[in-house]
């Protein structure tokens, strides 16, 4: 297929790895956002965005030029054949997304749009809103496409070039083939479809993920009451083909720049819709439900008095991010439980390797350290809450002989219990049984 001409609305992390990889694909793309310090770090090849190979990916565009960022949108997509949509949509009043970045966008565009461009919504929106963008462009020759990114953080550029499918909701086949034809080099299965049904799947595919992950964290609750070892039923669950072995890993609850909004946006337009969803509202429910169960161990086992307070008690907290590979914070489980904590009275110390020291947005809640030995100084216990393969190989004999208490809670079943054992240390996991401390 010959180089099309693409404008992509947005550089965040979806916008971003979207202009990227089109232009690694061969497509001459500009990519437009209001920040004026972002364009001119993107024009120099310097992402701020922590996600593996996308600098390279850029750095790469820029160098063959098929790749430019620009403040004026007017301008990005004033030539181009396919203008990409990839705008953030937060959860609103009510839990609905917030949809203001883009229709102000679609205000913008209206009327510089060239005749017969397709203008692609990327960003995920509630069901009816390519019908909405179409409302406010009021262009008969403008089509409006949608077509939801399935990108994970920390593997993102991976994602985009070796898709398991792509999905095009359009009003007609023509229009989805000119969508389809920009990805013709990747070996993906296409999903052609209208565009209510592209919106929704893209809402029905993080909400069954959400589903799975607080099915595996009530699990983890089960095994711990019966003695089970849940590493060890999920691999037997997993192993079924009808079920699959991801997402069935217990941790601190999930969250990140997706679930929680998407799960809270698809409920509160089922209620609008006068449609009953019991299963998405427990999802939602069991994941705020298990933070506080956690929270409660911690409580039990370095409280004090009978209301289990931890005014006081200094705890480490291992890992902020909402998963390893990234520097996100957005509505992390990490933050979450340590939220949690810090309302039961608890002083927390925190370590991440992604995160530095002058982080003024968490210094009310925690006080970061970049030194994972230092942050244990005088912790009753310690809690790892993001799953860093590097918390793996930290020092854990100095972090005993730093901590005031000797117990490690483990809530993403990370660490070997046995090399903490030698530590001299008490590890706890999520729906695995306890390792007591030994020496020597």
Request: glycine share 8%; proline share 5%; charged share 25%.
């Amino acid at each position: 297929m010959p180089a099309r001409r693409v404008a992509v609305i947005g550089t965040g992390y979806v916008g971003l790895t979207t202009g990227a990889c089109l232009a690694s694909l061969g497509h001459v793309v500009v990519c437009a956002d209001a920040d004026p310090h972002k364009v001119e770090r993107l024009r120099e090849a310097r992402v701020d965005i922590l996600e593996p190979g996308l600098p390279e990916t850029v750095r790469d565009a820029l160098d063959a030029n098929r790749l430019d960022f620009t403040g004026d949108t007017a301008a990005a997509v004033a030539e181009a054949e396919v203008v990409y949509l990839c705008l953030p949509t937060p959860m609103g009043a009510g839990g609905a997304a917030d949809l203001a970045a883009v229709e102000a966008v679609a205000g913008q565009i209206r009327d510089v749009l060239p005749p017969g461009c397709v203008v692609v919504n990327k960003s995920t929106v509630p069901v009816g809103t390519c019908e909405r963008v179409a409302a406010l462009l009021g262009r008969a020759d403008v089509a409006v496409v949608s077509n939801p990114e399935f990108l994970r953080e920390g593997h993102a550029v991976h994602d985009f070039l070796h898709p398991d499918r792509i999905v095009i909701g359009a009003a007609d086949r023509d229009t989805a083939r000119r969508v389809a034809d920009l990805y013709a080099e990747l070996d993906a299965p296409l999903v052609l479809t209208d565009t209510a049904s592209a919106e929704l799947t893209k809402y029905a595919a993080n909400f069954f993920l959400a589903m799975k992950l607080s099915f595996a964290n009530n699990l983890a609750t089960v095994c711990e009451r019966f003695g089970a070892d849940i590493a060890d039923v999920t691999e037997g669950i997993g192993r079924d083909p009808r079920i699959g072995s991801a997402f069935l890993r217990p941790g601190p609850g999930w969250g990140g720049s997706c679930l929680p909004k998407d799960t809270h946006a698809l409920l509160t337009a089922c209620d609008r819709a006068g449609v009953d969803f019991p299963l998405l509202r427990a999802t939602i429910e069991t994941n705020v439900t298990h933070q506080r169960r956690l929270v409660e161990r911690v409580a039990a086992a370095c409280g004090r008095g009978a209301d289990g307070s931890l005014h006081g008690v200094r705890l480490t907290l291992y890992g902020l991010t909402f998963k390893a590979g990234t520097s996100d914070l957005r509505d992390s489980p990490a933050l979450a439980v340590a939220r949690l904590l810090r309302e039961r009275g608890a002083e927390l110390t925190a370590y991440d390797p992604a995160l530095h020291e002058d982080r003024p947005d968490l210094s009310d809640l925690v006080d970061l350290v970049d030194d994972p030995v230092r942050a244990a100084e005088g912790a009753a216990a310690c809690v790892v809450l993001t799953e860093w393969p590097e918390l793996r190989d930290v020092d854990w004999a100095a972090i005993a002989t730093r901590m005031a208490g000797h117990e490690v809670h483990d809530f993403r079943n990370l660490l070997d219990a046995d090399r903490l054992a030698r530590a001299g240390l008490i590890w706890q996991g999520v729906g695995r049984a306890a390792a007591p401390a030994r020496v020597g």
